[in-house]
């Protein structure tokens, strides 16, 4: 008996997780139709879930940027700086294509009320300002509060100093990142529990019938974020790579981007990517930095956002625009991007920061942010599996330009 009931569990735990993270999809989706008390209850493991690898990835992050450089000989050659371009240019091309989707297919909003606890950045300085004012925050409260830039800039720092260290000094930090990666792993295993009660918690308290009448508006976003991950990305790849990109571009939607489309947040989903461009047998020390930064400036997904709902509520108010205010808005919009948070909805509140650009006074922008907030069970969650699948891909296209190719 014990043998028999055994068998399928075996089966079940043979599958890779892609298919296990499908199964725990489906049975969330039943939960929910069958039973929603249940599925509310069930919200727990995706808590469980997206608090630790929130709670895990800072530290990793740290440990394994500060052992890849304390480690790193002088003549290898980290090569971060084409994943920079290419992440600043692919993100200002996203806001490029969603300007001209808005402009074929103008989208109108119904304003409704505003959110009193929401504060916005009045400005571009103030958004770079908090930027650098992330790269000197104390270590401990950056590992605390999940400051990538400043865990990066700590573990840089500490990296750098460790090179002139004892090879046992060195050794430490190496076992210790790899300690850290076991760990991680585990808790990725755990995924299915935590995407079916991520699933389950969505659907049974949210529903889909109320985004019916946003469909156009959703339909633009989605559509800006499908010509980025299937055309744009793809174009950028075989640029830099000239060879095929689609199997890398598939395999990085499929093993990062799910992940990342239910737990909708990039930093979450940060030992995701590590332990692919792991898989994926990437130069350690170029993806050991890309990844958490990419979580920070790669925003593609963002700036799509960012864009057509600015240029909605300029539709929506009859406001003219010209080809030289959409570039800027593109700009804008890009630089906005970056300075977007890594967790659910970072991106909402820097729309009220482009919509200044037309003089739609703050007011009327933060309605705009309570209609993102009203579709963010369906545009934050393309947006960070747009966002975080990317940063294996243009990480991945970079090792490959120098002459790695990804195992996929």
């Known amino acids: ?53 929130k709670a895990i990835a800072p530290l990793l992050v740290f440990v394994l940027v500060a052992s890849a450089i304390a480690n790193k000989q002088a003549s290898e050659n980290g090569g971060i700086k084409p994943v920079l371009v290419l992440y600043l240019f692919g993100t200002f091309l996203a806001a490029v294509v969603a300007v001209l989707l808005s ?26 300002k908090a930027l650098l004012l992330q790269v000197v925050d104390n270590p401990i409260n950056a590992l605390i509060t999940g400051n990538y830039i400043g865990v990066l800039a700590w573990a840089v720092g500490l990296g750098l100093a460790l090179q002139h260290a004892s090879k046992s000094t060195k050794l430490v930090f190496f076992d210790l990142s790899h300690g850290v990666s076991s760990l991680v792993r585990f808790i990725i295993r755990l995924a299915p529990f ?10 049974a308290t949210t529903g889909f019938a109320a985004l019916a009448s946003y469909g156009q508006l959703i339909g633009v976003l989605l559509g800006a974020m499908a010509i980025i991950a299937f055309v744009v990305n793809p174009l950028l790849v075989f640029a830099k790579t000239g060879s095929n990109p689609y199997p890398l571009v598939f395999t990085c939607l499929r093993e990062s981007g799910v992940t990342a489309f239910f737990t909708r947040s990039s930093a979450a989903n940060i030992p995701v990517n590590l332990q692919l461009c792991q ?41 003219e625009v010209d080809f030289a205010s959409a570039i800027l808005l593109s700009m804008i919009a890009t630089v906005s991007a970056c300075g977007a948070s890594g967790v659910a909805g970072g991106s909402l509140l820097l729309i009220p920061l482009a919509c200044s650009l037309f003089g739609i006074p703050n007011e009327v922008a933060m309605q705009v942010v309570a209609t993102g907030f009203i579709i963010g069970v369906i545009q ?19 090792c ?9």
């Open 400 to 408: 490959q330009s120098s002459g790695q190719s990804p195992r996929l």
């Open 194 to 203: 935590g995407i079916l009660g991520l699933v389950a918690d969505t659907v």
């Open 1 to 53: 008996m014990t043998s028999t009931v055994s068998r399928p569990w075996q089966k079940l735990l043979q599958l890779g997780l892609v298919p296990q993270i499908i199964i725990g999809i489906l049975l969330g989706v039943l939960v929910a139709v069958v039973s929603p008390e249940l599925a509310k209850n069930l919200s727990l493991l995706g808590t469980l879930f997206v608090k630790a690898l």
């Open 380 to 398: 934050d969650s393309a947006e960070t599996a747009l966002n975080s699948s990317t940063d294996v891909v243009f990480t991945a296209a970079v």
């Open 279 to 319: 898989k994926l047998k990437l130069n350690e020390e170029i993806y050991g930095v890309s990844i958490p930064l990419g979580a920070t400036i790669n925003m593609a997904g963002a700036a799509i956002t960012i864009t057509v709902l600015t240029l909605a509520t300029v539709h929506t108010l009859g406001i």
């Open 103 to 128: 402009f074929i297919f103008p989208t109108t909003l119904v304003l409704t009320a505003v959110p009193e606890t929401i504060a916005a950045p009045e400005g571009i300085s103030e958004v770079l």
